[in-house]
């Protein structure tokens, strides 16, 4: 799990609340990212962001929301909007953009809504 | 669009024997290949990378996996299988069309029995 840490491991809210997940990393990398992953899809992109202040929406963005105030932290906020948000949910982070970099993946954060 | 297919939900092999984890892609231009492992309820750790070169790559825990431009394979390998190398494997490539995100496979349970 590297440098990367998320808060907390699990996560239990009630319906219609906002909630905010925690990722924190150390390894001085540019690029960070947010993952959903549900049993049996394997992972999908929520949001991405290459450098401070600059993020870009993945393939599931409804209902989550980002922000990039520090090049170490990348919270991610999953809002009333989004209908389904129980998962496991994973960031990570990169050197650079470039292709041919590989991503560091936190621990994961396992949220429950209900 | 880039896309990664792995044919096998699960694959049981013996302890001492070799393993093999299939991945196929789609791509358009070069193709820049991982594979990462998960065990439960944690993380995605990077086990190798194929970008360009030899298309046999090794990576961590002893593990190797095979590029074939022909077959459009990038099979996930392992002289020796060992218990502790039970988890579920995803493979990945980049997607250079698109700000280079990493598409992933659906995964594969890799059961390793002594």
């Known amino acids: 799990d590297g440098g990367i840490t998320q808060s907390p491991k699990y996560l239990f809210r009630k319906e219609g609340q906002n909630v905010t997940l925690s990722c924190e990393q150390n390894l001085n990398h540019d690029a960070m990212y947010w993952y959903r992953q549900d049993p049996g899809q394997g992972l999908r992109l929520i949001y991405y962001s290459q450098i401070v202040n600059d993020f870009q929406k993945g393939d599931i963005a409804e209902g989550y929301s980002v922000s990039r105030e520090k090049k170490e932290s990348f919270p991610l906020t999953v809002t009333s909007a989004q209908k389904n948000p129980t998962a496991f949910y994973l960031c990570?982070?990169?050197?650079?953009?470039?292709?041919?970099?590989?991503?560091?993946f936190g621990p994961g954060t396992r949220l429950t809504v209900t | 669009a880039q896309s990664v297919a792995q044919p096998e939900d699960q694959v049981n092999v013996a302890e001492g024997n070799p393993l093999t984890v299939k991945c196929t892609y789609s791509?358009?231009?070069?193709?820049?290949l991982f594979w990462y492992v998960q065990y439960p309820n944690r993380g995605l750790q990077f086990l190798l990378k194929?970008?360009?070169?030899?298309?046999l790559v090794k990576g961590s825990y002893g593990f190797e996996a095979e590029f074939n431009k022909s077959q459009t394979s990038f099979h996930l390998k392992k002289p020796s299988a060992l218990v502790s190398d039970s988890a579920l494997y995803f493979c990945?490539?980049?997607?250079?069309?698109?700000?280079?995100?990493?598409?992933f496979g659906a995964g594969t349970i890799l059961r390793v029995k002594s």
């Open positions: 194929y970008i360009t070169g030899d298309n």
């Open positions: 990570a982070s990169s050197m650079g953009q470039g292709a041919y970099y590989e991503q560091y």
């Open positions: 791509v358009s231009g070069n193709p820049y």
């Open positions: 990945a490539v980049r997607d250079v069309e698109y700000g280079n995100k990493l598409v």
